[in-house]
């Protein structure tokens, strides 16, 4: 009798547990590593976040201190010497003319994203030597309001904290008699898991 009528055997029984398991750990692997990939770019993302909110908090200072006038406390700076530092917050009385008064070398800054708008808390003190909350609002469409209370503002859960300090320089070296140079330095304080670089940028009064 002849067999060519008889059905052949099956060869595939679908996937053995080996098999199974060793796609498991493939697909284990892979997804592991688009973990870490977007983990990386959410770091990056703040990093950059950061970077360039200190160099918009740098500039905003050196245009501050640039504003004000050479009879100004704040600008003060003895003859080829400086005032201020860059290492740790400084403070010291300061006579210019017929004023005299404590300089803070140095100021805390807040910033917080809410409702479309971005919020700055500048941290510093009066003329008083009082601790004074200088809140300014951005908001989207170019506006700014400014509030200044003796009192923080409300927590929020996106604040991150920057550092800024500044030196005034009188006829630094290598410049001309009569120039002020200005060196603002800022740093975001501890952030979890990334390795913060500082901003530091000058600039030169005639």
């Given amino acids: 009798m002849s067999n060519t009528n008889r059905p052949a055997k099956r060869t595939q029984r679908g996937f053995g547990l080996i098999e199974t398991i060793a796609a498991i750990g493939i697909l284990?692997?892979?997804?592991?590593?688009?973990?870490?990939?977007?983990?990386?770019?959410?770091?990056?993302?703040?990093?950059?976040?950061?970077?360039?909110?200190?160099?918009?908090?740098?500039?905003?200072?050196?245009?501050?201190?640039?504003?004000?006038?050479?009879?100004?406390?704040?600008?003060?700076?003895?003859?080829?010497?400086?005032?201020?530092?860059l290492d740790s917050d400084f403070s010291q009385t300061v006579t210019s003319g017929a004023v005299t008064q404590l300089v803070d070398y140095y100021d805390t800054i807040q910033v917080a994203a809410a409702n479309g708008s971005f919020n700055e808390t500048i941290i510093g003190k009066d003329a008083a030597g009082v601790t004074q909350y200088v809140t300014v609002t951005h908001q989207a469409d170019g506006t700014a309001l400014s509030i200044i209370s003796p009192n923080p503002p409300a927590p929020s859960n996106d604040v991150v904290t920057f550092n800024r300090r500044w030196v005034i320089e009188k006829d630094p070296a290598g410049y001309p008699v009569g120039v002020r140079r200005v060196t603002v330095w800022v740093s975001v304080q501890s952030v979890s898991g990334l390795q913060m670089p500082a901003y530091q940028a000058s600039l030169v009064r005639p």
């Fill in 28 to 85: 284990t692997v892979g997804l592991m590593g688009l973990a870490y990939l977007m983990g990386q770019t959410l770091k990056t993302s703040h990093l950059s976040r950061y970077i360039s909110t200190a160099t918009i908090l740098g500039s905003e200072k050196l245009e501050d201190l640039n504003r004000r006038r050479f009879t100004d406390p704040a600008v003060w700076a003895p003859d080829g010497g400086s005032a201020g530092k």
